[in-house]
């Protein structure tokens, strides 16, 4: 749960999509407009759910609307510690962009800088020309 300092300044930025199954909430996204780029800022697949595809389908959701936006591309930051869901992006087709804090920071002029934690790294995923 988040508490209502942080839902108040966040809500508004992004845009929450999730995936349901008979009423259940399976996995969740949210995407937020930085530039000509969508950032993917929460992608969390519940544990019962995972090894079914539903993270695949959320991402391939999320590429969609991105390209239905004309942007670039799709980026977010993941922790090099959670090896399963680096493995999965990568499986998807986000490339590691940068390692370094510094670098992360410095993407799209510090657009990152609010949602970092140490350590993160930052992934792309760039769309193909239509």
Not at 57 to 85: G, Y
Not at 98 to 120: I, Q
Request: charged letters at 30%.
């Amino acid at each position: 749960m988040v508490d209502s300092n942080w839902a108040q300044e966040n809500f508004h930025k992004r845009d929450f999509f999730v995936a349901e199954e008979k009423g259940e909430v399976m996995a969740t996204v949210t995407l937020q407009d930085a530039g000509r780029h969508s950032y993917l800022g929460y992608v969390y697949v519940h544990a019962e759910h995972t090894g079914r595809g539903v993270g695949k389908r959320l991402l391939q959701f999320a590429r969609n609307e991105s390209q239905r936006r004309k942007h670039e591309s799709m980026v977010l930051i993941a922790h090099p510690k959670a090896t399963w869901a680096c493995k999965a992006y990568e499986r998807f087709g986000f490339r590691l962009r940068a390692k370094a804090r510094a670098d992360v920071l410095a993407w799209n002029d510090g657009f990152l800088e609010p949602y970092y934690e140490e350590g993160f790294q930052l992934y792309q995923y760039q769309h193909e020309a239509r």
